[in-house]
């Protein structure tokens, strides 16, 4: 008996030891395991050789080897993906291994800390980047990117947010719009309404729409455990149009508090349009618990449109109803000829035309020349040619020709980014995740269900969840 | 006058017998190193194309090992590679093992032999558990004291946060109202079936839901709590029989804390099946001698069941609802794939992934998780101690 147990307790101790001994801090897991031993993870060297690692690419030095993506597209945006770096792995004969993962947020926090990160991946949140950025994970690309050109080439929000203290992090590769709101085409014409141009037209078209009988707003915001993110988009757009753009800035960085009253006016404003009796479709009990691609849903039923506008981002087509007997199944309505959208109007002149837009970047792990080539090339025009003559796609590069964007609805965002005056990221993903993705959307679930009467309640409790710095 | 024997040696080997005990270590040695090599092989991204091309160039197919190599292979044939490499080196690869260490251990003497071989057998067993199992436990509660901010903030988070505060709070609730739900539930249906006519029908049905995963019922039940705008159709079942009776549709799923009890009602039934088969069987088992005796004394049914059956079988009980209680603490997927914890659904684990995953709060994550584990480790406690009264265990 005796000497079973020292046997146990022996083994147990010395797993107990072991375990101990790698409680090395998440930081070395981080790093990248295949690193060549001549380039530092941080701040990479410029490669040797002559020229960029994009030259280089595309002289043949790189052919054979692999280059591993990950990111969340799948199924058609794969295939558009993918058909993006094509001709470039042809051309230079690197193997570019693509995996898409919708719940890739798992797959890649498991993978970078087990020391088994992709070369590249796709990340949504600045927030994120940030987090892996402070782990050590990243590598720093103001090593071998031109910063000053992409600076100049693209639109300069989307460098400042990808750089951590003046290094750049991330490289951004697609844009997404959210000020638009969708309707219906030959239903507005046949019932004689017209596009708004400022925000009392909006408001006095969703009443005549009342008077006429229907209900003029398509919001849902049901998402699983990403329920929420939907008003905050709403609060967004509101505050950019009702406060200076510094506002705008000092909130998401928290310097001014969460429920400063710039932020508390924004929200009373959304609540008009949302909470005012017969607004919306379904009412509040729907907002929170019909699922966000079927927002649009009641816009195309048989009867007419039972709700007329939708502000929603331009990858809402690929939810609207279509045939499910083939496979892929068959979207039954266009962008364009069924549902166009306009730009949100403005509420005050004075903050002009503003844009809330969000982005996928992508970050790069594993410090290899190839990787460096691959990443130079998604920041070329012909890197997103192919999606964006497939639709659906906008690049926040400058240098891409305006001609490329010529099928709806990419024409109309080009446009409306045009004719803005400044674009914003979205707040929720760009303040720290807990906020963010945490409380933030937590406090709009309450704030709809409670018919935004304790909007004070819900913005001090998120100001008081925010980390302390 | 003595008689002579000739001296008797040790037994002579045979051939057999001599190749069977150099073979088999030498065997286990091999499957080892296969074993080792597969996982190797199996972790790259195209190991079946790989294969492949290797058997038909060995076998001299040059023209299809090419077609392979310009067009790769379905991807459901790679799968099925894969399948069957990963059975191979499983079974056999194992079984050898266990053939070869065995074989190995017998060469010692008794003495040894007998001190070694219960660790053959147990061995891999027990290392795989150390493995994955005691070696990530006690790295969590590490990584609970150390990261982040340390013992003090990452438990203090874990008492003060509102939303893991509402979580601990519907975890007990979950336990209270499943565990309960579910065994009296069982118990009922178990002494109710007993008489029955199509015993093992009505057990069948009962027991069914257990044979679904969690996300599948968590996927079942979603749909059945679906809510649409009054006046629209109704799609699912609970809403459908609410507006029946002329009521406005209700969001189950959506309102707190009804939403709550709906997710509690999705874990007892899927958990009464198996505290029912549990306690039938205990049922069964009781002494008819006792009840007879109780009924002529002239006890009531319902004196009989309360008085005599549930303290008799009073150990299995204690078993199913040590068990359930297990797995209700562990509640994840129901809560994950119905409302991702939105609503005041939110339970611990759930809250320990967001955390982890999308937060990338590890100290958080990892103290989260040691709460879990210390509120399970008194049900253990009792579960093991019912066993060993049982009779079980030493």
């Known amino acids: 008996m005796r000497h079973r147990r020292y046997w146990a307790w022996t083994s147990v101790l010395a797993l107990v030891l072991s375990a101990c001994a790698n409680q090395a801090p998440a930081a070395t897991s981080g790093e990248s395991t295949d690193a060549e031993p001549s380039a530092p993870v941080a701040g990479s060297e410029p490669p040797t050789g002559e020229g960029t690692a994009l030259e280089r690419a595309e002289a043949g030095e790189f052919d054979g080897t692999t280059v591993e993506i990950l990111a969340q597209w799948v199924e058609a945006e794969a295939d558009n993906f993918e058909g993006n770096l094509t001709d470039f792995a042809e051309r230079t004969g690197i193997d570019i291994n693509y995996e898409g993962i919708t719940d890739y947020e798992t797959v890649l926090n498991v993978r970078v800390e087990g020391g088994n990160a992709p070369d590249l991946a796709q990340i949504a949140q600045p927030g994120l980047m940030r987090s892996f950025q402070e782990d050590g994970a990243l590598v720093n690309l103001s090593g071998f990117m031109d910063v000053g050109q992409l600076r100049s080439d693209y639109i300069e929000s989307f460098i400042d947010l990808a750089s951590v203290a003046g290094d750049l992090y991330g490289l951004y590769y697609k844009a997404d719009l959210k000020s638009i709101v969708w309707y219906p085409n030959e239903a507005f014409t046949d019932a004689g309404y017209e596009v708004p141009e400022t925000w009392d037209d909006l408001m006095a078209l969703t009443d005549q729409i009342k008077a006429d009988g229907s209900t003029p707003w398509c919001m849902t915001q049901e998402h699983g455990d990403a329920t929420g993110w939907v008003a905050t988009d709403w609060i967004e757009d509101v505050l950019l149009r009702t406060a200076p753009i510094e506002t705008y800035d000092a909130w998401v960085t928290h310097e001014i508090p969460f429920d400063d009253p710039a932020i508390a006016n924004a929200a009373d404003i959304v609540g008009e349009v949302l909470f005012t009796e017969g607004n919306v479709y379904g009412g509040s009990t729907a907002i929170n618990a019909t699922f966000v691609g079927d927002a649009q849903n009641p816009m195309f039923a048989e009867g007419g449109p039972d709700c007329w506008l939708h502000k929603q981002a331009a990858w809402i087509p690929a939810f609207w109803p279509a045939d499910e007997s083939t496979d892929p199944p068959t979207p039954l309505f266009t962008p364009g000829e069924d549902s166009s959208f306009f730009y949100l109007p403005p509420i005050d002149e004075e903050f002009g035309r503003p844009v809330l837009g969000g982005g996928d970047m992508f970050v790069m792990f594993n410090d290899r020349p190839e990787v460096q080539a691959v990443l130079e090339f998604l920041a070329t025009p012909e890197a997103a040619q192919h999606w964006i003559e497939a639709g659906g796609f906008v690049s926040p590069n400058n240098t891409v020709p305006q001609e490329w964007y010529s099928a709806y609805p990419s024409s109309g965002l080009a446009e409306i980014l045009n004719e803005a005056d400044a674009l914003r990221f979205d707040a929720s993903d760009t303040m720290p995740a807990s906020v963010g993705q945490g409380t933030f959307w937590s406090g709009m679930i309450e704030w709809i269900s409670a018919d935004g009467a304790n909007t004070e309640e819900v913005l001090a409790e998120i100001e008081d969840s925010w980390p302390a710095e | ?394």
Do not use: C
């Open chain 2, 1 to 394: 006058m003595t008689t002579v024997t000739a001296p008797v040696g040790p037994p002579r080997v045979g051939p057999v017998q001599l190749a069977r005990r150099i073979l088999a270590p030498v065997a286990a040695m091999a499957a080892l190193f296969a074993i080792w090599w597969s996982i190797g092989f199996l972790a790259q991204p195209d190991a079946p194309t790989t294969l492949l091309i290797g058997l038909y160039d060995a076998v001299g197919l040059r023209g299809e090992a090419d077609a392979i190599r310009a067009y790769g292979i379905p991807s459901i044939a790679s799968k099925l590679i894969l399948g069957v490499v990963a059975l191979l080196v499983g079974v056999i690869g194992v079984w050898v093992v266990y053939i070869g260490a065995n074989a190995a251990a017998e060469r010692l003497g008794p003495d040894w032999r007998r001190r070694v071989l219960p660790w053959v057998f147990i061995g891999p067993a027990l290392l795989l558990l150390g493995v994955f199992l005691v070696f990530p436990t006690v790295s969590t509660v590490g990584t609970s004291l150390t990261e982040g901010g340390g013992l003090v903030e990452n438990f203090g988070f874990v008492f003060s946060d509102r939303d893991t505060l509402i979580a601990l709070r519907n975890n007990a609730l979950w336990l209270l109202l499943a565990t309960g739900g579910s065994v009296a539930l069982g118990l009922v249906i178990a002494t109710l079936v007993d008489r029955v006519r199509r015993e093992a029908l009505a057990k069948t049905f009962i027991f069914l839901p257990l044979a679904i995963s969690m996300v599948g019922a968590a996927v079942i039940w979603r749909f059945v709590y679906a809510w649409q705008p009054p006046g629209q159709p109704q799609i699912g079942i609970a809403n459908a029989a609410w507006t029946a009776t002329g009521s406005d549709p209700v969001a189950w799923l959506q309102v707190a804390p009804l939403n709550t009890f709906a997710l509690i009602l999705i874990m007892v039934w899927l958990q009464t099946g198996f505290a029912m088969v549990i306690l039938s069987a205990a049922i069964k088992g009781m002494p008819w001698e006792v009840i007879e005796a109780a009924r002529i004394d002239g006890a009531r049914e319902s004196q009989i069941f309360f008085r005599v059956v549930v303290p008799m079988i009073r150990g299995s009980i204690i078993t199913v609802a040590t068990t359930i209680a297990i797995a209700v603490l562990k509640v994840f997927d129901i809560v994950f794939v119905t409302t991702g914890g939105r609503f005041e659904t939110e339970v611990v684990a759930n809250r320990m992934f967001t955390e982890f995953f999308r937060f990338r709060n590890f100290g958080h994550a990892a103290a989260l998780a040691v709460v879990l584990f210390v509120a399970v480790v008194p049900i253990m406690i009792i579960n093991v101690r019912n066993l060993r009264r049982q009779g079980f265990g030493s």
